[in-house]
């Protein structure tokens, strides 16, 4: 498997000669607020949009803005002709609802697809599954569990990869222990996503050839960030916290932007 962070520079080179004879793409991107973490990803997405020859504009907006500011707001990005899709950087401050931001977004014009009735994949697993494809995964009749089942990362990853014909297992907080150390030992593919440390360790029996996702950022106890896999499990391909799946996923922005940009 290609490095994540060389795999990421090469598409980009890509993108920008696909873009360079098309017409301009422009993407804008909401942050309610400022979270350190949220204004470095925002940052990096613009970069990547900038980098590629994609139009960006960042609309900061005060943490006291109201939800009913912030869906005027977004009305008025589904109106206007010359944005190509936009996103709402998450998380959002108490009083606004995520759920309500989600589908006030139009189909048309969301690039984290988290519409239900989107026209894009969500951005995560969306970047995982193109790193595969890309590497020239072989994905029919193998072992897939995901670990988390949540509605933007964990379900879509599912689905996705059982239009692949894999055989998936998607396994959860309920799920018990032996029934997680059973399927886990048989997985030939592993994507993480529970928002919580050592979710996978090394007490668990992996196959020497199995391939790992590992999505979650959290900040440990040192002050550094934190996968949900600890390190160095004995597999054959392991993405790197910070450096793996988030570049990935800031690339799958890109790409549903450009998809959005051929329907509309």
Do not use: W
């Not at 609802?97 to 951005?123: N, Q, R, Y």
């Not at 392991?238 to 690339?251: A, H």
Request: proline share 5%; aromatic share 4%; charged share 25%.
């Amino acid at each position: 498997m290609q490095i994540i962070k060389e795999y990421v520079l090469e598409k980009k080179e890509r993108i920008k000669k696909q873009l360079a004879s098309k017409d301009p793409l422009k993407m804008v991107i909401i942050q309610v607020g400022h979270v350190p973490a949220s204004d470095r990803y925002v940052r990096n997405k613009a970069k990547d949009a900038a980098e590629v020859g994609i139009d960006c504009e960042i609309i900061n907006i005060p943490e006291t803005t109201t939800e009913d500011e912030l869906l005027t707001l977004i009305d008025g990005l589904n109106c206007d002709d010359t944005v190509t899709g936009y996103l709402v950087q998450l998380p959002l401050p108490k009083g606004i609802s995520e759920e309500k931001v989600k589908v006030a977004i139009t189909p048309d014009k969301d690039i984290d697809g988290f519409h239900p009735l989107s026209k894009t994949v969500p951005a995560t697993p969306l970047g995982i599954y193109n790193y595969l494809k890309d590497m020239n995964y072989e994905f029919k009749g193998k072992n897939a569990v995901v670990i988390g089942r949540s509605n933007i990362v964990g379900k879509p990853m599912a689905q996705l990869l059982l239009k692949e014909s894999m055989n998936v297992t998607v396994l959860h907080s309920k799920t018990s222990e032996a029934d997680k150390a059973f399927y886990l030992k048989h997985a030939d593919l592993i994507v993480v996503a529970t928002g919580h440390m050592h979710t996978l360790t090394s007490t668990y029996k992996l196959k020497a050839r199995a391939i790992v996702f590992d999505v979650g950022i959290n900040v440990g106890e040192d002050g550094k960030l934190h996968g949900d896999c600890d390190l160095d499990l004995h597999v054959k391909f392991q993405s790197p916290v910070p450096g793996g799946v988030g570049l990935l996923t800031r690339m799958s922005v890109i790409d549903n932007l450009i998809e959005l940009g051929k329907l509309n």
